[in-house]
């Protein structure tokens, strides 16, 4: 008898087209690893960063890029779901859906001033949209430099809303040896914002074993 797998409560990572498009990629894994279902918005911009940063080549079609993250991962088939850019009937697209809490991450300036406004003109801008009419855990990772007034003000405004606005700014205090150490330092960042646990790095104050 076929016995549906059932996972972790889903979480919704889309990846805008930022650089840093590893944040997000490995926020991904590491959910996914946890067990999470991830359902997951990769906007076409962030596919050119994606291609331009790192050697990853990711379909655009929903269901391959599924595939190909699902193959990545390591994760169990029908753990990562993807949706497209006008995919009105997925569940983010509504607060009637299955509730998640939301990652966008990294998040390009453009993303941030539509949430900001409530532009809803993609499928991503729509589900932070309900994330925030809904009050749900909304977690944006803004990477630019330096910030334009315009940046700041979208960001305060979220920010009042009770959006977590956790810029792509990664500490040293780890001592960092290599480039994974800093992508897990924000990974973890937003894992701790989820209220999901890790050993990606210690906690402050706790001694790493
Ligand atoms: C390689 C590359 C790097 C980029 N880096 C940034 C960035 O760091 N921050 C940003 O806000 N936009 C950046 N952009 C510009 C955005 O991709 C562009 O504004 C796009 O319209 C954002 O669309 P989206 O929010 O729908 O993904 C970059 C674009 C490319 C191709």
């Excluded at 009105?88 to 509504?94: Q, R």
């Amino acid at each position: 008898m076929n016995q549906a797998t059932t996972f972790k409560p889903p979480v919704t990572v889309a990846l805008t087209g930022a650089s840093g498009a590893q944040y997000g990629l490995r926020l991904i894994d590491v959910l996914a690893a946890a067990g999470h279902e991830v359902w997951v918005m990769i906007s076409k911009a962030a596919h050119m960063v994606i291609a331009t940063e790192t050697e990853i080549s990711l379909p655009a079609q929903p269901q391959r890029l599924a595939a190909a993250l699902v193959e990545r991962s390591g994760a169990q088939t029908g753990q990562i779901r993807c949706f497209g850019r006008e995919d009105w009937m997925a569940p983010v697209a509504s607060g009637s859906g299955s509730p998640s809490a939301m990652v966008i991450c990294p998040c390009s300036t453009g993303t941030l001033s539509s949430v900001a406004t409530g532009a809803s003109n993609n499928l991503i801008e729509r589900a932070a949209d309900v994330a925030i009419k809904e009050r749900r855990t909304l977690v944006m990772v803004p990477r630019e430099s330096p910030f334009s007034p315009i940046h700041l003000e979208h960001m305060l405004t979220l920010s009042r809303m009770g959006v977590v606005i956790l810029p792509a700014a990664p500490g040293f205090y780890h001592q960092p040896s290599c480039i994974e150490d800093l992508i897990d330092f924000i990974v973890a960042r937003i894992l701790n914002q989820l209220q999901i646990s890790h050993n990606l790095m210690p906690r402050w104050g706790e001694a790493s074993s």
